[in-house]
Every structure is written in structure tokens, then in C-alpha cells.
């Protein structure tokens, strides 16, 4: 049997999802379903990913019981960054091969994940094109794999506190105004 890690990005429907892996694979399989967290921006900054990570363990369940029929399946919730999902699946799981569903993948996901050494096939079309420079950069610093990540850290609670001081010391010197 085939071993083969399925990635789903995003909210596909299952049933579209059945289908066409079905195409893809000629024969049974073995597929460990991963499923990355997607956190939103403003949950990042709170660290409240619980809710995300839950979205994501239903996504797995929804597969695991539409895929049922394909072979043996198993499946987690992953990491928020998908190919940070793919390698931490594929320290227990031997796969042949990598397929991406999900339109949420950005174009540049495949060539990411090519650097394990297993062919990566796409399910669906794949996206018109996929963010620039700058959503890239943002979405690795989000997903905390960033090396500024602690420069911003460290710079955005100085700049916070400095400005919590200037309009402390403007506050003080009003009072001081009006009362002398």
C-alpha cells in the first residue's frame, strides 16, 4: 500500500475532496490526514489559538470519515505553518508522497514542501497566484518562524511603554497647570 500525507489547507468540501483523491489514487491507500491551524491575525497577537486548533481537529474528522472508503486513515490538527505541519506528520509517518488540497495554498506551497524529498501533488486547481513578498513575510512572522519576531517583541513594548510615559508626563504637567 501506498503511504500518502494528505494536507488540507483551508475549507474544502469533503465530498469534492473524496472525489478527487479518489482520481489521484489508483489503488487503497494509507493516508495520515493533517489538517494546519488557521489563526487569524488577531488571535495570533492574543495567543488564542485554541479555537482555531479545534477547527482544525473537526476538519481532520470531517476527512478521516468522508476518505473512510480510500484506505486506512488516521489524522491530526497540525501546526499553524503547513509545512511545519507536514514535517512534524512525517516524524511518525513514512509517506510516499505529499498531496496539498485545499485552496487556501498558496502557489509556493508545493516548491516548500519538495525540500523533504517526496513527490507533492496538488487536488483541485491551484490558486491564480500566490501572495507577494510581504504576505509571505507577515504570515512567517505570525506563525512565529520569523527571526524578528523578538526584535518586534522587544521593540513593541518600548515603544508601548515610551509612549504610556509621555502621556503620563503630559497628564502630570496639566494638573500642575491648572492647579498652580
Given at each position: 500500500?501506498?503511504?500518502?500525507?494528505l494536507?488540507l489547507?483551508?475549507d474544502d468540501?469533503p465530498l469534492?475532496?473524496?472525489?478527487?483523491l479518489?482520481?489521484?489514487?489508483?489503488?487503497?491507500?494509507?493516508?495520515?490526514?493533517?489538517?494546519p491551524?488557521?489563526?487569524?491575525?488577531?488571535d495570533?497577537?492574543?495567543?488564542?489559538?485554541d479555537?482555531?486548533?479545534?477547527?482544525a481537529?473537526v476538519?481532520v474528522?470531517?476527512a478521516e470519515?468522508?476518505l473512510?472508503?480510500?484506505?486506512?486513515?488516521?489524522?491530526?490538527?497540525g501546526?499553524?505553518d503547513?509545512v511545519?505541519a507536514?514535517?512534524?506528520?512525517?516524524?511518525?509517518?513514512a509517506a510516499?508522497?505529499?498531496?496539498?488540497?485545499?485552496?487556501a495554498?498558496?502557489?509556493?506551497?508545493?516548491?516548500?514542501?519538495r525540500?523533504?524529498g517526496l513527490?507533492?501533488?496538488r487536488?483541485g486547481?491551484?490558486?491564480?497566484?500566490?501572495p507577494?513578498?510581504?504576505?509571505?513575510s507577515f504570515?512567517?512572522?505570525?506563525?512565529?518562524?520569523s527571526?524578528?519576531?523578538?526584535?518586534?517583541?522587544?521593540?513593541?513594548?518600548n515603544v508601548a511603554?515610551?509612549?504610556?510615559?509621555?502621556?503620563?508626563?503630559?497628564l502630570?504637567?496639566?494638573?500642575v497647570?491648572?492647579?498652580?
Amino acid at each position: 500500500m501506498r503511504n500518502v500525507l494528505l494536507l488540507l489547507v483551508g475549507d474544502d468540501a469533503p465530498l469534492r475532496l473524496r472525489d478527487e483523491l479518489a482520481a489521484h489514487l489508483d489503488a487503497p491507500a494509507r493516508i495520515r490526514v493533517v489538517a494546519p491551524a488557521q489563526v487569524r491575525t488577531l488571535d495570533w497577537l492574543a495567543t488564542a489559538d485554541d479555537a482555531a486548533q479545534r477547527q482544525a481537529e473537526v476538519r481532520v474528522l470531517e476527512a478521516e470519515w468522508t476518505l473512510a472508503e480510500e484506505g486506512e486513515i488516521a489524522g491530526a490538527a497540525g501546526d499553524v505553518d503547513p509545512v511545519q505541519a507536514a514535517e512534524d506528520a512525517l516524524r511518525t509517518f513514512a509517506a510516499d508522497e505529499i498531496v496539498v488540497a485545499g485552496a487556501a495554498a498558496d502557489a509556493g506551497l508545493e516548491a516548500r514542501l519538495r525540500r523533504f524529498g517526496l513527490p507533492v501533488a496538488r487536488l483541485g486547481s491551484p490558486p491564480e497566484q500566490g501572495p507577494g513578498f510581504a504576505a509571505r513575510s507577515f504570515r512567517s512572522f505570525t506563525a512565529g518562524r520569523s527571526e524578528a519576531v523578538p526584535f518586534a517583541a522587544f521593540v513593541g513594548v518600548n515603544v508601548a511603554l515610551a509612549l504610556l510615559g509621555v502621556l503620563l508626563s503630559a497628564l502630570v504637567a496639566l494638573i500642575v497647570w491648572l492647579f498652580f
